[in-house]
């Protein structure tokens, strides 16, 4: 092959790489550009620059012009929903994951697949559902209904990267550590459960993005009281339709983003320096 | 010397997987002290055994005694047997002096205790600068050091070993091999070394037990093993070994010779002393350094002598093997020792005479 035939060919797949990130990324872009709009209506292109949007975005969290509860206490439902299915599927999938690997039986794989259906089902189809459940049996409080609903969505998640994280983890050292007079609940604790720390810490954070940002199974369990932020920017939408709501959907990506670092550079700086679970 | 109690016993031990039978009706002791190796081919059974004594196999049937004291049921957490496996199995998460203080902070011990007994563990394996180290951050060798270290601060009051220098290069693991047997030695603590490499079994152990698909063919020292093997598969596994076949044509009971018809051409009287008669055909085992060249030249017709023809001349430094091709082509192996003046001066198609002594020929049922 010839060196411009070489060269032709780089440019082609750089070029190829970055229309499709441009494709992949054009919801988020869209909504940022928009978001610095002048005019007030939520449009593309958006006419002119201005922060004004981020100035009223200001207003809502002081006098909570929007919806009652307003923006901030959706906001820290969402923070708070997120961390309890992260709690609650870190501790459940780390014990199924174990589970699976520990006992061997007939219909192994096919168990293990089931764990990870709800990522595959349609998550209407898992809101009426549990709507239907829990309508059937009352007096389930609104807090529990959402953190049971997005636990379906977020258990996969950590039993498959603590499944992942087990499977490479090497039998021997859990024999090790018996064989040394640890039993079988100071092996895991000492030595299975340090060693998958990255996957459970990636689950982990799956988790919580998964359950911050869904919007489907949590329009089917929310309340007046409690609503979380994907469905309180939806219900603003069809009242108030103007920019200030591109303002907040850029800051909650960005929040995204800075949990994104903030794990990546925990578990990273945990493996650096074999910090112990 | 049978009044004393083992180390370790292990009774009819059987242990099947599925239709394999690894381990069949196994039975064996350790003595106080003693440096046991398990010598056998690939898939005989040997990490399998040593997997029960340790505890993470539970055999079908037979015990397992530990000084007395039947652990057969015992979990691996309660028995103070310390395996040091194949490729260490260091906790990558701990430091050194973590992994070695381990078993000492898994039973619980005091501070200061645990501290001085790691301490004097890597003094015995000569590592103590290296307590604050990553096992990532040593070399095989070193890392093997570690794992002795951490079972023996651990408590262990006898050691398995599986395939320990397998991981190594061959210079360091003749290093290893002697200073592991000194160490042994000088703690006195029993242990059992598992290997399919005859060498080693041989150089570091006290006792050696040859094993063959799941059972024990012969158990004895080195010595006894090497110069009397008990059937071919022992005389052939233990080193190289010359077969020749043949029709026995007679038995001198007073003399305890048999004499052999060989098909190869030639008599062969061999040493016979069994309480029955040798059967019909049979086959005798020779090693190749026991074998003699005494004259060049053709001749014969005598016992034990036969003539033949040098194929091939392979000079290794200390010895020179000869391949000496016999009347019908079969291959006989011919180890001659070098002399200061250089090395024997058969070479290639010469003719030669080889005397088989008959006190080293060891005669089997074909
Ligand atoms: N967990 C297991 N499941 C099924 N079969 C097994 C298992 N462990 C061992 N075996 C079988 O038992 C037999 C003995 O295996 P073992 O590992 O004890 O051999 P070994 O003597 O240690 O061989 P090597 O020198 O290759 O390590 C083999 O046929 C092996 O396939
Ligand atoms: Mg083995």
Redesign the interface.
């Known amino acids: 092959m010839t060196s411009v035939g070489r060269r032709l060919g780089a440019i082609l797949l750089g070029s190829y790489l970055v229309l499709f990130f441009l494709y992949l990324e054009s919801p988020l872009l869209i909504i940022f550009l928009t978001s610095f709009s002048r005019g007030a209506s939520l449009t593309f292109p958006p006419d002119g620059f201005s922060l004004h949007w981020y100035a009223r975005l200001w207003d809502y969290v002081h006098d909570a012009a929007g919806l009652q509860p307003g923006l901030v206490a959706s906001a820290w439902t969402s923070v708070w929903l997120g961390a309890s299915a992260m709690a609650g599927s870190v501790v459940v999938g780390v014990l199924v994951a174990f589970g699976l690997r520990r006992y061997r039986f007939r219909g192994h794989a096919l168990v293990r697949q089931c764990f990870l259906l709800p990522i595959l089902f349609p998550q209407v189809v898992i809101g009426v559902g549990l709507l239907l459940w829990f309508s059937a049996i009352r007096g389930v409080p609104s807090w529990l209904r959402l953190v049971l609903g997005h636990l379906i969505l977020t258990l996969p998640y950590v039993i498959v990267t603590a499944g992942a994280s087990l499977d490479t983890l090497d039998e021997k050292l859990e024999e090790a550590a018996m064989n040394l007079g640890a039993n079988r609940l100071q092996t895991f604790w000492h030595i299975t459960l340090p060693s998958i720390r990255s996957g459970i810490v990636s689950g982990a954070l799956f988790a919580w993005l998964i359950s911050f940002a869904n919007f489907t199974v949590t329009f089917f369990l929310y309340s007046g009281e409690m609503r979380p932020l994907p469905v309180w920017i939806y219900e603003n939408l069809q009242r108030v339709i103007d920019p200030s709501l591109a303002a907040l959907s850029t800051l909650v990506v960005l929040l995204t983003l800075v949990v994104l670092l903030i794990m990546n550079r925990l578990v990273a700086l945990g493996r650096l320096v074999g910090l112990r679970g | 010397m049978n009044q004393r109690v083992p180390e370790l016993r292990l009774e009819h031990v059987t242990k099947r997987f599925g239709s394999t039978a690894a381990v069949q009706d196994v039975s064996f002791c350790l003595w106080p002290g003693e440096f046991l190796s398990l010598l056998g081919p690939s898939g005989c059974g040997k990490t399998t055994t040593l997997r029960m004594i340790?505890?993470?196999v539970v055999p079908d049937a037979g015990r397992i005694l530990c000084r007395g004291q039947d652990i057969t049921d015992e979990?691996?957490?309660?028995r103070d047997?310390?395996?040091v496996?194949q490729?260490y199995?260091?906790?990558?998460?701990?430091t050194v002096a973590e992994n070695v203080a381990?078993?000492l902070k898994?039973?619980g011990a005091a501070r200061s205790v645990t501290r001085d007994r790691v301490q004097w563990a890597l003094e015995l394996v000569r590592m103590p600068q290296y307590g604050t180290r990553?096992p990532h951050e040593l070399s095989g060798g070193q890392q093997q050091r570690v794992a002795v270290a951490?079972?023996l601060a651990?408590g262990a009051s006898l050691l398995l070993f599986d395939e320990p220098f397998s991981n190594l290069d061959a210079k360091l693991r003749k290093a290893m091999q002697v200073e592991l047997r000194e160490l042994q030695q000088r703690l006195g603590i029993a242990t059992i070394h598992v290997t399919h490499d005859q060498q080693e079994a041989m150089s570091m152990s006290d006792r050696l037990i040859v094993m063959n698909s799941g059972q024990i063919e012969q158990e004895g020292t080195p010595e006894e093993i090497y110069r009397h093997p008990r059937s071919a598969f022992v005389a052939e596994f233990m080193g190289e070994c010359n077969r020749l076949a043949g029709r026995v044509v007679g038995v001198d009971r007073a003399r305890g010779m048999a004499e052999l018809d060989l098909d190869a051409g030639g008599r062969l009287l061999a040493p016979w002393s069994g309480p029955e008669d040798p059967p019909e055909r049979a086959v005798a085992f020779l090693r190749p350094e026991h074998i003699t060249i005494v004259s060049s030249g053709a001749g014969g017709g005598q016992a034990n002598v036969l003539a033949g023809t040098v194929r091939r001349r392979v000079y290794l430094g200390p010895v020179t093997v000869l391949y000496v091709s016999l009347n019908d082509d079969t291959d006989v192996l011919v180890q001659c020792t070098n002399s200061l003046n250089g090395a024997s001066g058969y070479g290639p198609d010469a003719r030669v005479q080889l005397h088989l002594p008959p006190p080293s020929v060891r005669l089997m049922p074909l």
């Open positions: 340790a505890g993470f979990p691996p957490y309660r047997v310390g395996l496996f490729n199995a260091l906790f990558p998460h701990m381990f078993g898994m039973r990553r951490r079972v651990a």
